[in-house]
């Protein structure tokens, strides 16, 4: 099956956050940067369709600038086939700028399957994937957490509330992945090496016009320490009165 | 519970600003060794790493190995890691692309290797020791053997040991006492007991090779009648399946301080069947392939845990609030002051950083003339980078090995009573790191391999490979003024170590107790001399970052420089107390009488 991936190049979430001068956007100094999370699940939700469809082959796009490469270099050593670099200079904070850029190279690219993570864990919009979806004029199915193919047929399961809920629907198809897939694999020493020479096609990204922009950002207020109030089962009730009292949660 | 993560921009500023690892993509083989390649594994290695073995590291100690009627177990999940390693391609990262590996540097090799120690020593050691036996049969073995069984060490389905010591036999291996008897097909009956066998028995692999060093029956006495034998524990079928059970059998494991993860066996030879491996009483010079190996890589071990413990210690000091700054309080809102605010905190982690780094650099400096000593297409070249190799080996197993138990110690320390209750995970890397300076070689029998063996060599040929690049490297230095705290602490140190060198010389040759008593405390000195060179070297890298522009990695070379600067200022003078103990001379140690302990 010919298997479309679209992945984002976000910092690495494990460090503590600066705001940039500008107000609008977060310091990158010293940032550290890789896939997004739900893009991995996504990576891998292609390799195994493909995997146990017999075949096939898994493209991924990523736009932004060129250091977004090297996530592409990443996904490669995983083991999809090829990608391609939707390139401009900035990647804009509107979600349907991009997804026209996407929609403009995907579509007639033939992709019976086009994938995305749930959302990516920077700006955690959750949009790209449906507006794409929408522009192509193809059916979407948002957080799936288990993805099965079969005769042009694809089946979902997206978790709820409590519940979980299994969709069906016609390919081709825009799908956006949860996590609960399958974890990532790990990209194998021969892959690593393999993706060096594998292709990786660069573009000028089509982006729409930008109609959103952020206006200003900031941090969450410092919080106070935690406090241990003591141990066992003793300790409940003043815990139970302190959450009541103090920390109104209760 | 601990974490770890593999300091990747420290390794790519040594491999790439210090090393200028580019060079090795230059040599014949190596032409896929670019930078980028090498940062793209280095990456995945470091999550492997972090993610699969450093989470089984504190579990693995506290389960340990278990033997029931000669079968071991490794700790729970060891053996998926294993899979899971092995499925990744990562045993063939360096091995001869003849037997299905990657044929990359030697050097990415230590890189790894400092990672999976500093994240799992136990398990580290299991594909160390099968590296081991593939190094050592890939460069004696025969053709036939090396066919047959090469690929199964690359792949990682098959495991090896390095099998030396006996009850009797440590140090001295001239009079271990198992035989070897031909048994007429070319092939051997061995029979006799080896201890302290890592990774001698265990249920991670099919089938295990142990090399094992033997007697022939006509064999001279001492070193020179030693053979080296290569021993399945499942003889292999045609097919190159393990088949019958071969006569070696594990009759214990002990149980140590540390390294719990990792099976330490009494291995019992009864007419187990072998074939010999390079020429007959020529077993040592094969063994040594493979412990100079070892050597470094215990080196890498003790560089590893003083890496994680390091990241623990500097965690902790950050977040744990006890008493007030000196100079006032640093963290007003807060209850106390985080205690990296308190010069004796800091001054340790301080001291462990400027070790590490430093041995870091040393050590991937070295292991890259490992990969110069064999391929770099001028003979003369590859002679310079094989004697600084061999001169610098017993420094990296000793020096490494004791500065990183030090430093998992400072890094205990940091933590005061929680770094001694098991549960903060400090007080295993104490352990673990505890037996890296006794095996391979005693730390005092690499002295004596350094000061007995590697400086006289060639009228001490060996040594002015150091020497060289030392004194260059000071005299272009020293035209940059803004370098003179740095040089010119090195350039008295180096003088001392020239005027030790040649203190120690003369009075051995009159008396080799001279040597002896000297010998540790030469390494040592030579150990931080050599830091020192690695750290001038760093500290130019850096600032020519820093002069270059580098806006958003300037936090990390400036802090490059600054533990440069406490290197020279904190830790290099122990240079000039090491000097006046070896000036001291032999007399007071050895005129004690027996009796007087």
Known sequence: MKIAVCI??????????????????????????????????????????????????????????????????????????????????????????????????????????????????????????????????????????????????????????????????????????????????????????????????????????????????????????????????????????????????? | MPTYKAPLD??????????????????????????????????EAG?????????????????????????????????????????????????????????????????????????????????????????????????????????????????????????????????????AVPAGDGAYRLTGTKIFISAGEHDLTENIIHLVLAKLPDAPGGTRGISMFMVPKFLPTDEGRPGTRNGVTCGSIEHKMGIKGNATCVLNFDNATGWMVGDANKGMRAMFTMMNGARLGVGLQGLGLGEVAYQNAVAYARERLQGRSLTGAKNPGGPADPIIEHPAVRQGLLRVKALNEGNRAFAYWIGMHIDLEHRHPDPARRAESADLVALMTPVIKAFLTDTGFESTNIALQTFGGHGYVREYGMEQFVRDARIAPIYEGTNAVQAMDLVGRKLPEGMGRLLRRFFHPVSAEVEASRADPALAEFVEPLAKAFERLQQATQGVAMRSMANPDEAGAAAEDYLHLLGYVTLGYMWLRMVKAARARLAAGADDRAAFYEAKVATGRFYFAKVLPQVHALAARIAAGATTVMSVPVDAF
């Not at chain 1, 979902?156 to 198809?173: I, K, M, N, W, Y």
């Not at chain 2, 580290?124 to 199964?152: F, I, N, R, S």
Request: hydrophobic content about 40%; proline content about 7%; glycine content about 10%.
């Open chain 2, 10 to 43: 420290d390794m790519r500023f040594v491999l790439h600003d210090v090393l200028d690892v580019a060079q090795l993509s230059a040599l014949p083989g190596y032409e896929e060794a670019t930078p980028d390649l090498i940062d793209a594994i280095l990456e």
């Open chain 2, 47 to 179: 999550r492997f790493c972090a993610e699969v073995l450093q989470p089984l590291n504190q579990p693995g100690d506290a389960a340990g190995c278990t033997y029931e009627q000669g079968e071991v177990k490794a700790p729970p999940g060891f053996k998926e890691a294993y899979q899971q390693y092995c499925a990744g391609g990562w045993p063939a990262l360096t091995a001869d692309p003849k037997y299905g590996g990657q044929g990359m540097p030697h050097l990415m090799r230590s890189v790894v290797e400092e990672m999976m120690c500093a994240s799992n020593l136990s398990f580290a050691m299991y594909p160390g020791l099968a590296h081991g036996a593939y190094h050592a049969m890939h460069t004696h073995g025969t053709e036939e053997l090396k066919d047959k069984l090469l690929p199964k060490l690359v792949s990682g389905q098959w495991g090896g040991t390095m099998c030396l010591t006996e009850p009797h036999a440590g140090t001295d291996l001239g009079i271990i006492t198992t035989k």
């Open chain 1, 8 to 250: 984002k190049r976000v910092p690495d979430m494990d460090v503590r956050f600066k705001i940039a001068a500008s107000g609008t956007a977060v310091d990158e100094a010293g940032l550290k940067y890789d896939m997004s999370d739900f893009d991995g699940y996504a990576a891998e939700a292609a390799l195994q369709v493909n995997e146990k469809g017999g075949g096939g082959e898994v493209t991924a796009l990523c736009l932004g600038p060129d250091a977004v490469q090297e996530t592409l270099r990443k996904a490669l050593s995983m083991g999809i086939d090829k990608a391609v670099h939707l390139k401009c200079d900035a990647v804009p904070f509107d979600g349907w700028a991009i997804a026209q850029a996407l929609a403009a190279q995907l579509g007639g690219g033939g992709y019976d399957l086009i994938l995305f993570g749930r959302m990516s864990i920077d700006s955690s919009n959750q949009s790209v994937g449906p507006m794409v979806a929408e522009l192509l004029g193809l059916p979407c199915v948002t957080a799936a957490s288990r993805l099965d193919v079969s005769g042009g047929t694809g089946k979902a399961q997206r978790e709820l509330e409590g519940a979980s809920e299994t969709v069906e629907f016609p390919l081709p198809a825009v799908v956006s992945i949860d996590e609960g897939v399958a974890r990532p694999r790990y990209p194998s020493l021969k892959g690593i090496m393999a993706a060096k020479k594998k292709p990786l096609e660069v573009k000028p990204a089509q982006l729409g016009a930008v109609t959103v922009t952020v206006t200003t950002m900031e941090l969450p207020p410092e919080r106070n320490a935690g406090r241990i109030i003591g141990e066992g089962p003793d300790m409940v009730p003043e815990l139970v009165r302190l959450l009541q009292t103090e920390a109104k949660v209760l």
